[in-house]
Nanobody, 131 residues
Framework: QVQVVESGGGSVQAGDSLRLSCTPS????????VAWFRQAPGEEREFVGG????????????YYADSLKNRVTVSRENSKNTVYLEMSRLKPEDTAVYYC????????????????????WGLGTQVTVSS
């Protein structure tokens, strides 16, 4: 089995940048992709970006929500398999709980922006952006 744990959330000012980390453990070689979602109070969970591992032990192919791709970077640190979400030019509307999710089921996931296609979830980390 795989577990994922998020870290790096906190309170920041509008215009700042932030980096969140997702650290997987367990049967890591079973991971096909890792993605980030967020959920603001009263809103549905929203896809942010992810990275397909493509069977590699390092790197991968990132993919992003169109609305966020100009401010978001998802990357994978080779030595730790940690996946990072970097967000720039943060806005108050970026305030949400950010979740890391892993897909261990789909070699090719045509629904990679859909939360239901991921089978492993972390508990989330709060990001609050003040104006």
């Amino acid at each position: 089995q795989v577990q994922v744990v998020e870290s790096g959330g906190g309170s920041v000012q509008a215009g700042d940048s932030l980096r969140l980390s997702c650290t997987p453990s367990g049967v890591i070689f079973s991971i096909k992709a890792v993605a980030w979602f967020r959920q603001a109070p009263g809103e549905e969970r929203e896809f942010v970006g992810g990275i397909r591992w493509n069977g590699r032990w390092s790197g991968g192919d990132p993919y992003y929500a169109d609305s966020l791709k100009n401010r978001v970077t998802v990357s994978r640190e080779n030595s730790k398999n940690t996946v990072y979400l970097e967000m720039s030019r943060l806005k108050p509307e970026d305030t949400a709980v950010y979740y890391c999710a892993a897909d261990t089921q789909h070699d090719i996931n045509q629904y990679e922006a859909k939360d239901w296609s991921y089978d492993v979830w972390g508990l989330g980390t709060q990001v609050t952006v003040s104006s």
